[in-house]
């Protein structure tokens, strides 16, 4: 199983990126989509989160900017972020639960995918 991000890159503070992650492999079924970050020095912190059903959960730092939603053909996830700020600079995880028709939920983490918010 693969979770391929990408998308990141340096953007000027106020500007926009979307962040694409993509599920490969074995896999019957995928219930939860999401992203985190991380910057040196600080655990990683959820950023968002969708369901299957689509139930959008959002940190509060990003309410109103950033939108997550899903592809459920294509086992992907997306994260639109406008109006970044130099604080959202951090390495972007994608992330899912599930399963195979042998395994109970698991949880899966992709590679990162490094934000930079610079003039």
């Known amino acids: 199983v693969q979770l391929q991000a990408s998308g990141g890159g340096l953007v000027q503070p106020g500007g926009s990126l979307r962040l694409s992650c993509a599920a490969s492999g074995i896999i019957f079924s995928i219930r939860t989509l999401g992203w985190y970050r991380q910057t040196p020095g600080k655990q990683r912190e959820l950023v968002a989160t969708?369901?299957?059903?689509?139930?959008?959960n959002y940190a509060d730092f990003v309410k109103g900017r950033f939108t997550i939603s899903r592809d459920n053909a294509k086992n992907a996830v997306y994260l639109q972020m406008n109006n970044l700020k130099p604080e959202d600079a951090a390495v972007y995880y994608c992330?899912?639960?599930?399963?195979?028709?042998?395994?109970?939920?698991?949880?899966?983490w992709g590679q990162g995918t490094q934000v930079t918010v610079s003039s």
């Open positions: 969708i369901s299957s059903g689509s139930v959008t």
């Open positions: 992330f899912m639960q599930y399963r195979t028709s042998f395994t109970a939920w698991l949880d899966f």
